[in-house]
């Protein structure tokens, strides 16, 4: 029985202790990908972000805060698992200090230096089987195609999902799914739970079964 992990929601980056950056995931794909894979059978972990939803009962649910926290969960995890679902939407920035007290309004601008995030995703890649397998999800607001599959390959992504915007917090989506040579194997659209199906599937027929034979 294949063994799926999930990432899914999205990552906190504290400024302070109670300020932080993050984005609108809800963990609503995430969630709608889990159940799709547990009615094919499949066994799934879910790695999450802070969300204020209610994952499958039948899913094992490894709660995480931080990006760091994140990667630091799946590359324990990932070896374990025939493959990836990265549904996740991480913070990509964190501040270089985080501030010790909480940081006092003084009525002048506030400067706050950043750096990049460890990318979860592209660290998978870079060290899984040839047995394994990674989806990731893209969700760009130009240049969708093309800057979808410049991720693809910097990730070492069997299939990129991707999408816009408008997915986050909604509980409707619109995906495209594109191979490895760009090419489009399916669009799909609908409430998540559909184009949760939708995915699934194609991930069955192309990454699953070919390993049954």
């Known amino acids: ?8 929601g999205p990552t ?14 809800s963990g609503l794909m995430g969630r709608s990908l889990a159940q ?5 059978g499949y066994d799934v972990t879910i790695v999450s972000g802070p969300v204020d939803i209610d994952y499958p009962t039948r ?8 990006t760091e926290e994140l990667l630091e969960a799946c590359q324990r995890i ?12 991480p913070c990509d920035y964190r501040p270089v200090r985080i501030a010790s007290q909480k940081i006092a309004k003084t009525g ?13 995703v592209a660290t998978l890649g870079a060290t899984k089987r040839p047995d394994q397998w990674i989806v990731g999800f893209a969700l760009e607001t130009e240049d ?30 619109q995906v495209e799914i594109i191979d490895r040579r760009g090419s489009l194997i399916d669009a799909l659209a609908g409430p998540k739970e559909e184009v949760a199906r939708g995915i699934l599937q194609v991930i069955q027929r192309r990454l699953i079964e070919p390993y049954r034979e």
């Not at 799709?36 to 094919?40: F, S, W």
């Open 1 to 8: 029985m294949p063994r799926i992990m999930i990432t899914s």
């Open 12 to 25: 906190r980056q504290y400024l302070d202790p109670v300020r932080y950056l993050t984005n609108g995931s």
């Open 36 to 40: 799709a894979a547990l009615e094919l």
């Open 59 to 66: 899913a094992e649910v490894v709660p995480v805060i931080s």
């Open 78 to 89: 990932f070896p374990r698992c025939d493959g990836l679902i990265a549904a996740a939407a």
């Open 108 to 120: 002048r601008p506030l400067e706050l230096q950043l750096v990049e995030t460890p990318d979860v």
């Open 144 to 173: 969708q195609r093309l800057r979808a599959l410049v991720k693809l390959e910097k990730k070492s992504c069997d299939l990129m999902v991707l999408n816009g915007p408008e997915a986050m917090n909604s509980r409707r989506n």
